[in-house]
């Protein structure tokens, strides 16, 4: 059974950053297909971006190309989400999630981690 748990949300300002990290505990990290998804308030849960096994293929949806970097580092079994650029927009509980097959709806899920993005 793999856990994961996110960290690395807060409270920015519109123009700034911030790193989303989420570890995974339990067996066969490198095997999963790894993403992050997000809820805007009110509103439903959207893809956000995806990362192969092995780290050399990447998915963004419109909304965070070329602002966000999604990466891994299956030697520390965790995630990343590099956002840059941050919008008002952008604010949402941001998920942390896994696959063997990378098929949605993937099949474990983090808590959560609250990204607000206010002037």
């Known amino acids: 059974q793999v856990q994961l748990h996110e960290s690395g949300g807060g409270v920015v300002q519109p123009g700034g950053s911030l790193r989303l990290s989420c570890v995974a505990t339990?067996?066969?990290?490198?095997?999963?297909?790894m993403a992050w998804f997000r809820q805007p308030p009110g509103e439903e849960r959207e893809f956000v971006a995806s990362?192969?096994?092995?780290?050399?293929?990447?998915f963004y949806a419109d909304s965070g190309k070329g602002r966000f970097t999604i990466s891994r580092d299956n030697a520390k079994n965790t995630l990343y989400l590099q956002m840059n650029n941050l919008k008002p927009d952008d604010t949402a509980l941001y998920y942390c999630?896994?696959?063997?097959?990378?098929?949605?709806?993937?099949?474990?899920w983090g808590q959560g981690t609250q990204v607000t993005v206010s002037s």
């Open positions: 990362i192969n096994q092995n780290g050399d293929n990447t």
């Open positions: 999630t896994g696959d063997p097959a990378g098929v949605h709806p993937f099949r474990y």
């Open positions: 339990g067996p066969s990290f490198d095997t999963y297909v």
